[in-house]
């Protein structure tokens, strides 16, 4: 089902098996070819190391995309993970920590807040993350996290200030095919 008028989401976009940048561009085409789905800009790409993960994981690629969609936030997720297939990931309980050719993460449908058996907006752990909140202050610095009262720069400073994870590195800063 669609909605009546277009909803603002943001999109974590996460890769570090093979060729990672492709891949994310490759995921963002497709993306891009969705009824109902408009991408209206991406982040830069960030080299992030791996959290939570085996010490000898390769480094991931990680960014953002903002988009307006018509879609329902269950049927984004539906698409987003229809993508992750097409690109190779395989998704299972098992694997949650495990090295990936695509992670695509459904992290805010406009101020919803959404607790469902397969969706959590906002992303539950998006907060305490450098790898999402990088790339959203790249794309609106001004985002406000619903439920979360400070704001993104603060967060990062608070990551930041924790050391519990490496500064994330910019890869790129080529946005996906967008003026």
């Not at 269950?74 to 299972?92: A, F, S």
């Not at 590195?169 to 080529?174: E, L």
């Amino acid at each position: 089902m669609n909605r009546l008028e277009p909803v603002t989401a943001f999109i974590a976009l996460g890769s570090n098996i093979g060729r990672r940048a492709e891949t994310i561009n490759r995921a963002l085409d497709l993306l891009g070819t969705q009824d109902g789905i408009e991408i209206i800009c991406v982040s830069p790409l960030y080299e992030t190391e791996p959290v939570g993960m085996a010490a000898n994981t390769d480094y991931f690629l990680n960014g953002a995309a903002k988009i307006n969609t018509v879609l329902e936030a269950d049927d984004l997720l539906r698409v987003l993970l229809d993508i992750e297939n097409q690109l190779g990931r395989i998704r299972t309980d098992a694997n949650k920590k495990e090295s990936r050719t695509i992670d695509l993460d459904l992290l805010l449908y406009g101020d919803a807040t959404i607790q469902t058996q397969h969706l959590e907006i906002p992303h539950p752990r998006m907060h305490k993350r450098l790898f999402v909140l990088l790339p959203l202050l790249a794309l609106e610095p001004q985002l406000a996290i619903p439920g979360i009262p400070a704001n993104l720069p603060d967060l990062i400073q608070a990551l930041q200030d924790a050391g519990n994870e490496e500064m994330p590195r910019v890869f790129n800063t080529i946005k996906h095919g967008l003026p």
